[in-house]
């Protein structure tokens, strides 16, 4: 007999077996998984990944458990490792979120597991995007570039996925000072991105959209040290960002702030301290907080107006409050 997750494992309304299961998976039990991965990502699209993560670890490890013990008919093995596989996955990108690197590095494993039982190249590809980009936040350029270029290598991707892998390589690239080559590559994910969205396209490349291409590309210039292009760049991408995606306007609010006080622009940056107050109080993101908490520091360290100064203590200490 099923049981129910409490609401206090954060996967409530879950079949989980108690003890030995002894019925097999259905269909129904793969569909309540999927309705509750959206959930997550509605979650995470507002309030982040610090809370999204601690609810998708719960309900993959209950999850993995079930999977692990209970007989699957035939039918239903590949779409219940794709599930499984895609959970994991989004598992990973909310521990990223979190700044919970090595348990998002675990997840991002898992989900290669079970996405190759399942022959789910896409989703795989996409967790690929994903230890790429950690590979890059983590400081281990050559590794994100590894990743990126296995996957232009080894598959037959559309222009928009190609032109993804493409700057996720130009970034790479810069972060080694082969400056060269980063706009080499560059160019080249730039002319893949204009050939426009394909009928071929992934379902999750949506968001490889013209605001997310200009990040890449602000991305880039601050690897190159060209901050100023950068803060032009943040700028233009965080006033075309929808208001309505909380957590993406925290983090290009962010990045913006962060390319201004490395340019030295103090009055633009003390400018965004208002609008930081209320995505901190709300948003649970531990990268970006780490990221804010860097550049505030850094405002700390300099002779900037006594009004920046309290504005960035203020704001660190809401970064404290929030932990």
Same mark, same amino acid.
């Given at each position: ?183 080499? +590559? =560059? !160019? &080249?994910?730039?002319? *893949? $991105? ?6 071929? %396209?992934?379902?999750? /490349? ?42 993406? +306007? =925290? !983090? &290009?609010?962010?990045? *913006? $702030? ?6 030295? %622009?103090?009055?633009? /940056? ?45 704001? &660190? ?7």
């Amino acid at each position: 007999m099923h049981t129910s997750v409490t609401a206090d494992n954060g996967a409530e309304g879950l079949p989980i077996p108690g003890g030995a299961p002894s019925e097999p998976i259905t269909a129904e039990y793969i569909e309540s998984i999927r309705q509750k991965m959206r959930l997550l990502l509605a979650m995470d699209a507002q309030f982040g990944g610090n809370e999204a993560s601690t609810q998708a670890v719960r309900l993959f490890r209950s999850t993995h458990r079930w999977v692990g013990a209970s007989p699957c008919p035939g039918s239903l093995r590949r779409d219940l490792h794709s599930t499984v596989g895609e959970l994991a996955e989004i598992a990973g990108w909310l521990l990223y979120d979190a700044n919970r690197q090595q348990e998002a590095r675990r997840l991002n494993h898992e989900a290669l597991y079970y996405l190759r039982q399942a022959g789910g190249r896409s989703l795989e590809i996409l967790t690929l995007q994903n230890m790429s980009m950690q590979a890059e936040y983590l400081d281990r350029p050559v590794e994100a570039l590894d990743i990126a270029q296995s996957v232009i290598e080894a598959n037959h991707l559309t222009p928009r996925v190609s032109a993804l892998f493409q700057a996720r390589s130009a970034h790479a690239l810069a972060l080694q000072g082969r400056r060269v080559d980063a706009e080499m +590559m =560059f !160019s &080249r994910a730039r002319n *893949l $991105f204009l050939d426009g969205p394909g009928a071929d %396209d992934p379902s999750w /490349a949506y968001w490889v959209d013209d605001i997310q291409f200009a990040w890449f590309e602000a991305k880039v210039r601050t690897a190159q040290g060209d901050h100023g292009r950068s803060v032009d760049i943040f700028a233009d991408a965080l006033a075309r960002s929808p208001k309505h995606r909380v957590r993406g +306007m =925290f !983090s &290009r609010t962010t990045y *913006l $702030f962060e390319s201004l006080v490395a340019v030295g %622009d103090w009055r633009q /940056a003390e400018s965004l301290v208002p609008h930081l107050e209320p995505y901190i109080r709300e948003v649970g993101s531990g990268r970006t907080a780490a990221i804010l908490a860097g550049a505030l520091g850094t405002v700390e360290a300099m002779k900037v107006s006594p009004s920046l100064r309290d504005g960035a203590t203020h704001l &660190r200490g809401l970064l404290g409050g929030a932990q």
